[in-house]
């Protein structure tokens, strides 16, 4: 199972689906592109089932880093 968890400004969680799909999942974290309604920053995360976490930090100037 791969879950995607989205969390405004260091806030808790805003948002988060399940994927049964691998594919689906990567393509779903992928268009997370913007601060959406945060005021600073928001987390991505996608969680696979082996335990390993992606995450996406994008700013408010629209800087993206990915862990």
Do not use: C, Q
């Not at 408010?60 to 862990?67: A, F, L, N, P």
Request: charged share 25%; proline share 1%; net charge neutral.
């Amino acid at each position: 199972m791969y879950k995607i968890t989205v969390f405004y400004d260091g806030n808790g969680m805003a948002w988060s689906h399940d994927y049964a799909d691998a594919l689906e999942a990567f393509e779903s974290f992928a268009k997370f592109t913007d601060i959406g309604f945060a005021n600073e920053y928001k987390t991505v995360n996608l969680s696979m089932p082996t335990g390993k976490m992606y995450t996406k930090v994008i700013d408010r100037m629209g800087k993206v880093t990915i862990k």
